[in-house]
């Protein structure tokens, strides 16, 4: 009893400013998983008899939780400039300060179908961020002091991805070569990082457990790039089954080590999943829908199902370790 009450003494739970002060920028990764299930559900209630209701909640639950976080990060901008200061010369946390536009951008495809001009302006305010977050990003990257191979990791594909994404909504409210401005800076950086990222994770130490559901990452720019090339060129030709088939290969590498990853403890970091496996569901069901091919309608599904199941496993998680004080605790 003695030995439990002093260990108690020493290590006291976090106060609330505490807890404030080491509040992660990467739960944004939370809002665009919540937003991908949205969109992914939207785009199954389109193409299948399911129910409509299912996105509209989430839709609601995905933007209630962005107007949150904004709200926490931003009380912690004020409260504790320099921790955030801290984040922003992190190697790794850096590249999720981009995850706060592109969760803007996911609100915007979710809302346009039922409120165009609400999601107009997330879709101007998102891309106006995003490409204000690639530009210190990268500007980072070539101006650095501090990086090293060993931190290339697939969490740099994050301001990338932003950028792919526009033209998804952008071809419906802006002109066509402001999509394809973004869709090329996507492109060609994801060309670039891959080939960074890939000689890291093949002649380096492998990803620390934390960074390890990261590699799901690989999987969205193929998939958000098809969903985009099919909005700028309005059809599947041979670069968007290009773009989705190297997604779906990916998506299949990742599943045959499904037991690797179940294995890790729970980090905040495995939401890195999420916004993924909703990338590669959404197109699958853009194939099926533009292709009318049973299979395609069946692996939709199929993804759709587990994609449902991981974020309900990760809402679960994040609650109880919440609840243990386990999260917004020093790494």
Not at 90 to 96: A, D, G, K, T
Not at 111 to 119: E, H, M, T
Not at 270 to 296: D, G, K, N, V
Request: with cysteine; hydrophobic share 60%; proline share 7%.
């Amino acid at each position: 009893m003695h030995v439990m009450r002093d260990t108690a003494a020493l290590h006291p739970p976090p106060t609330d400013a505490a807890r404030l002060a080491h509040f992660p920028v990467s739960f944004f990764a939370t809002v665009m998983g919540m937003a991908g299930l949205a969109i992914a559900w939207m785009k199954a209630a389109h193409t299948m008899p399911l129910p409509v209701g299912v996105s509209q909640v989430l839709r609601a639950v995905a933007s209630a939780l962005h107007v949150f976080l904004l709200g926490v990060h931003a009380l912690k901008m004020v409260r504790h400039p320099g921790d955030v200061d801290a984040e922003r010369r992190h190697p790794v946390r850096l590249n999720f300060f981009p995850a706060t536009s592109i969760g803007l951008l996911l609100l915007a495809i979710a809302w346009a179908p039922d409120a165009p001009d609400l999601a107009r302006w997330m879709w101007a305010i998102g891309t106006a961020a995003h490409l204000a977050f690639t530009l210190y990003v990268m500007s980072s990257w070539l101006h650095h002091t501090h990086y090293a191979i060993q931190h290339a990791n697939p969490a740099w594909f994050i301001p990338v991805v932003g950028n792919i994404l526009v033209p998804i909504a952008g071809v419906r409210f802006a002109p066509a070569d402001v999509s394809g401005f973004f869709f090329a800076i996507g492109l060609v950086m994801w060309g670039v990082l891959m080939t960074v990222v890939l000689y890291r994770l093949f002649f380096h130490e492998p990803l620390p457990a934390r960074l390890a559901p990261t590699l799901f990452i690989l999987i969205a720019p193929p998939a958000v790039g098809f969903l985009s090339w099919v909005a700028l060129t309005g059809e599947v030709d041979a670069m968007a089954r290009i773009l989705y088939f190297f997604a779906l290969f990916l998506t299949l590498l990742l599943a045959s080590n499904a037991v690797r990853f179940l294995r890790l403890p729970f980090f905040i970091s495995a939401w890195a999943c999420s916004f993924p496996l909703a990338a590669i569901t959404i197109a699958t069901f853009e194939m099926h829908a533009r292709s009318a091919q049973p299979f395609y309608g069946a692996l939709a599904l199929l993804l759709l199902a587990v994609l449902t199941v991981v974020l309900a496993v990760l809402v679960t998680k994040t609650a109880l370790a919440a609840r243990r004080g386990l999260i917004c605790v020093p790494e």
